[in-house]
């Protein structure tokens, strides 16, 4: 079993505030994904990162890759309620199976 | 969305009864995965197929089995419900970029 540790496990804060949500792993991964899910539903893909120190964003979320490719971060600028959800990231491994290995999730509170 | 439908989508059973999910893909995608999804836990792997009758255990596989006899549809039996056994079980299938989509889940308590 991959470990992925999130961090933190629960976040509320106030609209407009900034956040950063953490995943550590002591394996190295093939790639590292970010989810977004809402409650009765599944998690929706937002993000792959690939390449060790890669950067990518998407609007308001900012994602980052380790330069060892065992932990990631998830940065928000002004959060809206839009964003409230559990994030997840997931760690995949292209050389055992194509295994997808998931951390505890994030449940982020975004207060109007 | 990747047409992944799980059915059925809520079950209520009794502890020692069998109970069969089913996830149904409409692209032919290869990889095929069974979650199950428990506060605390995040989602952890039950079984994966990497094609029709190839399978493999996850993580969480005891009490656990699959079957994939055609390329759309991938089936978890729960061969006598436990009541840990309750939880949200997610389907999920891998395109060839490596990116997971999600089945809406299937909400399975064991009484």
């Known amino acids: 079993t991959q470990l992925l540790e999130q961090s933190p496990q629960f976040l509320s804060i106030q609209e407009g505030e900034n956040l950063t949500v953490y995943c550590n792993s002591s394996?190295?991964?093939?790639?590292l994904q970010w989810y977004r899910q809402e409650p009765g539903e599944g998690p929706v893909l937002l993000v792959t990162?690939?390449?060790?120190?890669e950067v990518k964003k998407l609007k308001r979320l900012t994602f980052q890759f380790g330069d060892a490719r065992k932990d990631s971060s998830l940065h928000i600028t002004a959060a809206q309620p839009g964003d409230t959800g559990l994030y997840l990231c997931?760690?995949?491994?292209?050389?055992?199976?194509?295994?997808?290995?998931f951390g505890t999730g994030t449940s982020l509170t975004v207060i109007p | 969305d990747a047409g992944i439908t799980q059915s059925p989508r809520h079950k209520v059973t009794e502890t020692g009864t069998p109970v069969t999910l089913r996830c149904h893909q409409t692209?032919?995608?290869?990889?095929m995965y069974w979650y199950r999804q428990d506060p605390g836990h995040g989602l952890r792997l039950i079984h994966y197929?990497?094609?029709?009758?190839?399978?493999d255990k996850g993580e969480v596989s005891d009490g656990y089995s699959v079957s994939r006899s055609k390329t759309e549809d991938f089936l978890l039996t729960l061969e006598s419900a436990t009541s840990s056994q309750t939880s949200v079980y997610f389907c999920?299938?891998?395109?060839?970029?490596?990116?997971?989509?999600f089945g809406e889940g299937s909400r399975l308590t064991v009484l």
């Open positions: 990162v690939v390449t060790g120190g």
């Open positions: 692209e032919n995608h290869r990889y």
């Open positions: 999920a299938i891998a395109t060839a970029t490596g990116e997971l989509f």
């Open positions: 197929s990497y094609g029709v009758k190839d399978t």
């Open positions: 394996s190295v991964f093939s790639s």
């Open positions: 997931a760690g995949a491994d292209l050389n055992t199976g194509n295994q997808f290995y």
